[in-house]
């Protein structure tokens, strides 16, 4: 095997700020500064032909129907290695997404000729992939770069578009008959999506970073998000980017498909609107759901701090596939496995990405016994450390604590705020909230922070016996390390309706705490169950465990305040509990990004009247 060359530069460029006009607006046709030879299915062009084409392969083109009958048409860029003899096959990598359009991304780049997308440069060098014997072949999906179609945000028509692409590309003349498929966000999705099919030449995936249900990321139980019609738009805009001057004929026609039906773009955006998670729009996109008894052999990373694609069903996802699986768990944001931070440290802090990423296609794909020991799961906990295990989540014990009674008013926050407000002034001051114009690849990395003082002044109203927009609940502190690991569930008894937001927070001694995670949801009178975000977050000996309950009061949802007062009665808390005294350490650093977390959601918090005991991690 060659030396692995640097990768990280393809996967680190930073994107253009999104063009959300709707319209086609293409690149200007600059002189180009060296030739660039397009191909077709059968004219490939080489690295020497295209400096576009990755060094090493040979680059084609070429349309085929999507699966459901509709008359989409989905275009391929294939890249084969140089070196194939006559008759000669190779296993294939798939990706699929909307981000292989030949002028960009998620808007226009600075290309100066067209050729094939350069999103996965970075696992194309690091893992030498066509030296290795493998082709890698990239698919637009409906309505994106060369594919015809209305968008389908992750919904049928998407998969019928994942479903044919797989079948394509097992059934092609250079193709083993086995396919693997990778990706990050939106192309880790239809990774998620082709486990989901259970199709037999589908031998692998790997999905970094993905959405589990694709209704969490617009809505949280009801509640809207900043995104809510932003990622509509962001997407309406890529699939209507104007592709390169030097496009073929046929290229260059598939890609104008919305200009004359408009209707797609509105239908695209109509969708996202649907609130109600039981619509047929959402069920028909619940990946985790759909995921029950597959077995593709599975890899996955996800950072259970990161504030894109969260990890919200994950552990359903995970629960109900049934095939092999390896993961890399920990803090970090929206990033690949081998990506790189500014000062050259790896944004997840371990090393090897490339080379078990290879590993766990050759095993699958090409039948070779791994070289080396990989753990399923390698996971990274809030403190840094890295350990091995054979599943996530490890649960030794599980508890189910009750938290009591409290009350609230729904206020968005505004009686909380109240106090902070500049001396002499009682307005209230307002919540910051993001733009909301984002896809899925280029969402902000962190929310608005809350306003300084927030919590601690919620606290000590709280202790005075005031109701304001939120309660808090203490532990006692522990007695030893804990580790809460899973994803918990709150549940409790309502009067009233409007909104509830439940917070968990690590309290230190010294009375600074860190929100380690959040849910909302709507709320009416009676019983409600909430599941807030898979977590793995060590309370070291002495800590506490703080929940709050109360009215949303961050940007980080666009929810309507009903200004009712909510009583809550009997609320509890489900909690999954591991002893980090039972880890198994392996390599790695810690997360460059877990410490950005903790500037940005540390509060003041001292830890109030304890009101339960959170029991140890240990088998009970």
Partial sequence: MKRRRSATWAASILVATLALTGTLTGPVAAAQDRAGAVATATDPVTHAENDRVPEGSVWTQSYFPSSDGSGTELHADVLLPEALAEK??????????????????????????TGPSARFQDFIEGTDLFDEGYAFVMVDLRGFGGSTGCLDWGGPGEQADVKAAIDWAAKQPWSTGA???????????????????????????????????????IYSNGVPRPNVTGTANAYNSIATLGQMADDDAHYQANARWEETHPECLTENSAGYRIADQWDEHWTSRDLAKMAKHTDTPLFVTQGFIENNTKPEEMQEYLRNHKGPERGWLGQWDHVRGGDQTSDGRLAMGREGWYDETLSFYDQYLKGIKPKADYPDYSVQDSTGNWRAQKTWPVVERSATVKLGDGSYVDDGGASARVGLAPSGETTPLPRRQPSGEWDMENAPALDPAAPKGLAEGQAKRQKAGEITSSFFVWSKPVKQAVRVTGTPQVSLTAKGEGNVMVKLYDVAPDGTAVMFDEQVSLLDSGKLTVDLKSTDWTLTTGHVLAVEIGSIQTGSWRDTPSGEMIKVKDARI????????????????RSPFLDTYLRQYTVDLPAGPASFTLPSGGRH
């Fill in 88 to 113: 000669k096959r190779v296993p294939v990598i798939l990706s699929i997404g909307p981000y292989f359009g030949h002028s960009g991304q998620t808007d226009t780049e600075d290309w100066t000729h």
């Fill in 179 to 217: 396919v693997g498929m990778y990706g990050k966000s939106y192309d880790a999705v239809t990774g998620l999506i082709g486990n989901n099919l259970d199709q037999r030449a589908l031998k692998a995936v790997v999905a970094q970073e993905p959405v589990w249900d694709m209704y969490q990321y």
């Fill in 574 to 589: 489900e909690l999954a509990l591991d002893d980090p005294a039972d880890d198994h350490a392996t390599g790695g650093a």
